[in-house]
């Protein structure tokens, strides 16, 4: 003889009446698995994203350089990249001074070497060693120049 099967629910109504069917143990076991998985989704979604990981970390790098200037590339969360060079005009013990250009684009090798031997310049002019450089000072400072 066999045991007939329970006429099938469809839609919520059989949803409820698989809920009622479960026991205490399953439900728990169920519950676990959720709290467990959600977590676990978000870490491997947020890990081989690429657009959602890069809105989520920030990136410093120093590139080679074929001048006395250092070449930073850098950006904040989800930003695009910006370029500085840089290069020191003072050291006193562990700390340095460092005056600098920003990009918002990778210079050339040409805008590079330029802008090394501008700040070169107005290094020069700061030690009092140069005359001031040609180029247009945004503000007047303390002695009015």
């Not at 930073?72 to 005056?99: H, K, N, P």
């Amino acid at each position: 003889m066999s045991v007939p099967e329970p006429p099938k629910i469809e839609g919520a109504a059989g949803w409820l009446a698989a809920v009622k069917g479960l026991s205490l143990t399953n439900a728990l076991v169920i519950l676990v698995l959720v709290v467990a998985l959600v977590p676990a989704y978000a870490a491997y979604r947020l890990l081989t994203d690429e657009a959602l990981l890069d809105r989520f970390l920030a990136a410093y790098q120093v590139l080679p350089t074929s001048t006395a200037c250092r070449l930073l590339r850098a950006r904040q969360r989800g930003e695009d990249y910006s370029y500085a060079i840089t290069t020191g005009f003072a050291f006193e013990g562990q700390q340095r001074w460092t005056i600098g250009v920003v990009l918002n684009h990778m210079p050339s090798d040409e805008e590079m070497q330029t802008n090394c031997l501008l700040l070169q310049t107005i290094i020069d002019f700061m030690h009092g060693i140069a005359p001031p450089p040609d180029i247009i000072w945004q503000q007047k400072d303390v002695g009015k120049r």
